[in-house]
């Protein structure tokens, strides 16, 4: 579906389509002189379901009678705010283009909609309302007021349509409905005005029609409870105003869903539940009046269904005795004198149906002001000034027996027929000469000449008929038609019997006339003219209407009415009047045409009948709107409205013109190359010939709108924006400067304070060796800071090195503390690094210099070596070590050492080893290795001098007999020996040092010898030539 209505537009616009979808816009076609090509064109597109057709403006529609998707919301949406031409005819294209005028050029609009019965008015009307509120905003305040606007349809149709032969939904009234807008295109209220109602349906229909749809819709919905109520059967038969149920029941037609569809749609309307009783009320009182029969007995009438009156009586709320009365007599006040007088049978059903039309003609009339009320702008602050008009009325009727509400019907369709003539024909031509245009007049019937013979004063049809109605005496039909004749038979347009052709006579009946209106000769039977004319409602009657308990009967029979003495205006008057100020509020406005045709009598799809249609084109003369059409110019405007909307599209208008409007126009037209037969200036207006040059115009404009709107933007943004930039940076400027004031304030502070130190660390450096006084404080930390740094790094780090740095006034106590402790620590770190074997030799140093430090004299020499526990020379170490291995009998070497012995006699020299055990004193041979002595060391003693010298005494006591006397040993490393020996005894009592000059030993058996001991000279150990030992010592 939505692809077809995507195709629409380029199918028909491809010009290839044309033989067989035809011309989109009549004026496109080759003849327009020949009604079979009009003809033509409208059948190929109804074949191809193109139902609309424009010529220039003016839309015709053709009913399909059958759904067709085209009004979608798509469909909507695609013909919102596109040109008139740009897409395929449309009842949305018209509509658009006539709200747009409204709310963009402020022009009051209406749609006017005209065909035949059953040509698609009423649905052409409700497609205009269906586009214009979808297109509107859709606040909720907007859609209670299009609701209700849509809603008022379905109420009208109820009360005002009804089943005709031609239109199973043929309304039976004139409508026009005015829609208010406010200034943004949105509905905010409406006025409908209706029409002439056709009244006599209600008490009488033609054969195979039906009464209005209410009275059906009452019968087949209402619940069982409502009809109890109203006193109805639900059975259409009990009822002589259906016709008594024949043709009640339409296959089309579901009374039940639209009676629902209709007390729906007046609650939306705000309908109270009382006003919707009543209305009921109403509805059943005329169905139960219907029923009301009379007998007669001496010319006088009696009512013969007592019940009947009384279910009127009780649903309208008045006496039933009251209303028997009024029914069956009639008063007249003639000058004062009120007569009541009986009616007969005949009279009495007149005054029954009278009032049976006069109730629900005037039910209607309230229903539309209820409407009215219900559709009033609640605020009209915002409203435009104008309104947008759909007038729906009927169309033009030839019957086969026509009479006065076709003369009605007719007379108004003359009158459309002038406003359209007057509205485009007419004003048209007038206007091409009044602007001096050169042109061509086309040539047009106007029915203005009928129209006068209906409605001229005194020589019209009305006067004659108004005249008859009132003058005195006895008029009937019969002699209105004869003063017709009397006056009207020379009218070129009246026809009567009597004065025409025998062949014309054969074609009517004497009591008939004949009008050639514009649309076709229509002749109209008299009988009724004057007493519908009259339109008669018995005085009784009204008074006793205007005291009913219904509300709605009560405000619709004014109590003013019976009492005024003045005769009411005759129905033909009231009608036109009321057209004619229709005519009036149409005029005002920008018109647009809706064309209906109906393309068959059997109201079915897809028939085209020919001849009907050729018989609508005629009457509705679209083959002289299409002439006039053809030789005009599609579009005209005053030169300052055309040069104030498109100025901006030439340098020379933009943005103002000097000169006059009419040269502006001139100069802007040449600017947008406009070809010299597209246009022609006229006095006041510019016309233009083809749509086309017209849209290429307002396109440039569109485009250039929006260059202009982005100029104007663009200087207010950059204004705004400059505005914008300076409010900024004077703030900025405040900013900084609160800032940068801050910011000094702080450098001055802190320069302050840097002031202050340094002056305050001045001081403590000057007095920084003084005692603390405030200002060296810092200083002396420092200091001590930075001296214990400088100390850690110069850290002496031998144990031996006894330097130290120096430290400042306030750190000496701490230095010298700090020096102990350090000395301390490397000593000890000293000690903990010394293997077993150093701390050995470092015990028997001390030793040794306890023994020897001060006491002897080549002590010092032994200080700076190691203590050895072996100073065999290497040759005899593998002997020595055998003889320790072997000899030793389990004791633990301590020392071995090559010596000296001197005899004890004559002292000569021999060499020998000692080997010294932790138990004894071994002497070895020099030579053999063979041990010469074992001197347990608990027996012996060792004698050495103060001296430097290496003599060593050993005492031997006397049970050691086998040693005889004491052994003089010369050892190089004496003081090591000495301290070993010590060590091993453990005590040194062992050891003696002499100081003295002469040392005595013995020799055997208490003999002695003495050694002398001299200083000087080489050391050594000498004999002299006394024989004496003699040692020299170092010095
Ligand atoms: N555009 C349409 N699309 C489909 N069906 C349509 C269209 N227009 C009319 N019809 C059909 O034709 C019928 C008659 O149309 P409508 O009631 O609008 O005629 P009308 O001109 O108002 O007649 P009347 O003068 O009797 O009131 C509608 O009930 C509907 O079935
Ligand atoms: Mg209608």
Known sequence: MASDSANRPRMERG????????????????????????????????QENLIYTYIGQVLISVNPYKQLPIYSENDIKEYRNKHFYEMPPHIFAVTDNAFRSLIEENKGQCVL???????????????????????????????????????????????????????????RFGKYMDIQFDYSGTPIGGHILNYLLEKSRVVNQNAGERNF??????????????????????????????????????????????????????????????????????????????????????????????????????????????????LTNRTIDAQGDVVTSPLNRELSVYARDALAKAIYDRLFTWLVQRLNRSLQAKDLRDALNNVMGILDIYGFEIFKKNSFEQFCINFCNEKLQQLFIELTLKSEQDEYQREGIEWVPVEYFDNKVICNLIEEKYKGIISILDEECLRPGEPTDITFLAKLTDKLAAHPHYICHEKSSTLVQKTMGRDEFRLVHYAGDVTYNVNGFLDKNNDLLFRDLKETMSRAGNDIIRSCFPEGEYKNKKRPDTAITQFRNSLNNLMDILMCKEPSYIRCIKPNDQQQAGIFDDELVLHQVKYLGLMENLRVRRAGFAYRRTYETFLNRYKSLSKATWPNYKGSPKEGVRELVADL??????????????????????????????????????????????????????????????????????????????????ATKIRAFIKGFITRNDAPNGYNDEFIVNMKRMWLIRLSK????????????????????????????????????????????????????????????????????????????????????????????????GETLKYASPCTKFDRHGYKPRERFVVLSNKALYVLDGKSYKQKHRLPLEKIDFV????????????????????????????????????????????????????????????????AGVIDIQTGGEPGIVRDKGGHLVVIAGQ
């Not at 207006?685 to 100029?711: G, N, S, W």
């Open 15 to 46: 010009l290839h389509d044309r033989d067989r979808a035809g011309v989109q816009d009549f004026v496109l076609l080759e003849n327009i002189q020949s009604e079979e090509a009009f003809i033509g064109n409208l059948r190929k597109r109804f």
């Open 113 to 171: 909609i005209s065909g035949e019965s059953g040509s698609g008015k009423t649905e052409a009307s409700k497609k205009v309302l269906q586009y214009i509120a979808a297109c509107s905003g859709h606040q909720s305040t907007v859609e209670s007021v299009k609701e209700k606007l849509l809603k008022s349809n379905p109420v009208l149709e109820a009360f005002g349509n009804a089943k005709t032969n031609r239109n199973v939904n043929s309304s």
């Open 213 to 326: 749809h209410i009275f059906y819709q009452l019968l087949a919905g209402a619940s069982e409870e409502e009809l109890k109520r109203l006193q109805l059967k639900r059975s259409l038969d009990s009822y002589s105003y259906l016709s008594d149920g024949q043709n009640g029941v339409v296959k089309y037609i579901d009374d039940v869903a639209d009676f629902n569809t209709v007390k729906q749609a007046m609650s939306v309307i705000d309908f109270t539940d009382s006003e919707q009783k009543d209305i009921f009320s109403i509805i059943a009182s005329v169905l139960h009046l219907g029923n009301v029969t009379f007998n007669e007995a001496e010319g006088v009438a009696k009512v013969s269904k007592p019940d009947a009156v009384a279910a009127v009586a009780q649903l309208l709320g008045v006496s039933q005795n009251a209303l028997t009365d009024a």
């Open 673 to 754: 190359q406009y070809g010299p037969d597209d246009y022609r200036l006229g006095a006041t207006k510019v016309f233009i010939r083809f749509p086309k040059t017209l849209f290429d115009t307002e396109d440039a404009f569109q485009v250039k709108k929006h260059d202009i709107a982005a100029i104007i933007q663009s200087r207010w943004k950059g204004r705004q924006q400059r505005r914008k930039y300076l409010k900024l940076r004077d703030q900025i400027i405040t900013l900084q400067s609160y800032c940068r004031r801050y910011l000094a304030i702080q450098a001055l502070r802190r320069r302050r304070e840097a």
């Open 794 to 889: 110069q850290l002496p780090t031998e144990v031996l090195d006894k330097s130290w740095p120096s430290s400042p006034v306030h750190c000496q106590e701490a230095s010298t503390y700090l020096h102990r402790l350090h000395r301390l620590h490397l000593a000890r770190k000293y000690r903990l690094s010394l293997s077993d074997e150093r701390k050995r030799q470092f015990e028997l140093k001390v030793l040794a210099e306890k023994l020897f430090k001060d006491k002897k004299a080549n002590y010092l020499a032994s200080v700076p070596y190691w203590f050895q526990n072996d100073r065999i020379p290497k040759e005899h170490a593998a002997e020595i070590n055998n003889f320790v291995g072997t000899s030793l009998n």
């Open 944 to 1007: 050495t001098t103060n001296h430097s010298d290496s003599l060593l005494v050993i005492r031997i006591p006397l049970e050691l007999k086998k040693d005889k006397g004491d052994l003089i040993l010369e050892i190089p490393y004496i003081v090591e020996l000495g301290t070993l020996v010590v060590d091993t005894v453990g005590t040194a009592n062992i050891l003696s040092i002499v100081s003295r000059d002469t040392l005595e030993h013995n020799v055997v058996k208490g003999k």
